[in-house]
């Protein structure tokens, strides 16, 4: 016969330990995972972020060789006068530095002067946009985009007064088809 009584108890018991039990859970990964999280940044982010640079120069370089110029321009136009269709060519690209990246520049801002790893992060992003804005222009079929502008914004989380943890670069410009 089974004791419902000694159940119950044993239920309530575990009831009450259990919020406890993962508290601590939690705790004893954090102290684990955090560190190690820390260590996998300081090795590898700096090297990831050179070969981000690294392959969207040979995506622009590879581009510029089969179409034999850049087809961006800021120009605004009035250059040509056998544009044969238009319209907006446009991309988003959110960058945003490592936890080593941020620690890096805490401390840099401590000291005062310019942020050099927050710089890096920020032209690599805007290459990246720039390199896809081309990208989407040959895949549309546009032969130049002309006046092309690229606009930053910086996204943080909700309710966070100064703390700035990603950007979005918004890189668009006019797509046009010659005749």
Same mark, same amino acid.
């Given at each position: 016969?089974?004791?419902?009584?000694?159940?119950?108890?044993?239920?309530?018991?575990?009831?009450?330990?259990?919020?406890?039990?993962?508290?601590?859970?939690?705790?004893?990964?954090?102290?684990?995972?955090?560190? #190690?999280?820390?260590?996998?940044?300081? /090795?590898?982010? @700096?090297?990831?972020?050179?070969? +981000?640079? !690294?392959?969207? *120069?040979? %995506?622009?370089?590879?581009?510029?060789?089969?179409?034999?110029?850049?087809?961006?321009?800021?120009?605004?136009?009035?250059?040509?006068?056998?544009?044969?269709?238009?319209?907006?060519?446009?991309?988003?690209?959110?960058?945003?530095?490592?936890?080593?990246?941020? #620690?890096?520049?805490?401390?840099?801002? /401590?000291?005062? @002067?310019?942020?050099?790893?927050? +710089?890096? !992060?920020?032209? *690599?992003? %805007?290459?990246?946009?720039?390199?896809?804005?081309?990208?989407?222009?040959?895949?549309?079929?546009?032969?130049?985009?002309?006046?092309?502008?690229?606009?930053?914004?910086?996204?943080?989380?909700?309710?966070?007064?100064?703390?700035?943890?990603?950007?979005?670069?918004?890189?668009?410009?006019?797509?046009?088809?010659?005749?």
């Amino acid at each position: 016969m089974v004791d419902v009584g000694g159940l119950l108890v044993l239920g309530i018991i575990l009831v009450l330990i259990a919020p406890f039990l993962l508290l601590a859970l939690i705790g004893i990964l954090w102290t684990v995972v955090y560190p #190690l999280m820390l260590i996998w940044a300081v /090795l590898f982010s @700096g090297k990831k972020l050179d070969q +981000q640079i !690294v392959n969207t *120069a040979s %995506r622009e370089a590879s581009l510029r060789e089969s179409l034999g110029r850049d087809p961006l321009t800021t120009i605004d136009g009035g250059y040509r006068t056998d544009i044969t269709s238009c319209g907006v060519v446009w991309v988003g690209v959110v960058y945003g530095p490592s936890h080593w990246h941020l #620690l890096i520049g805490w401390i840099n801002n /401590l000291v005062g @002067g310019s942020v050099d790893i927050f +710089q890096k !992060v920020i032209s *690599a992003g %805007r290459a990246e946009a720039m390199q896809r804005l081309r990208e989407s222009a040959v895949a549309n079929g546009w032969d130049d985009v002309i006046n092309v502008r690229i606009d930053t914004s910086d996204m943080a989380p909700q309710g966070a007064q100064r703390s700035i943890k990603a950007v979005e670069v918004f890189a668009y410009g006019t797509g046009v088809k010659y005749g």
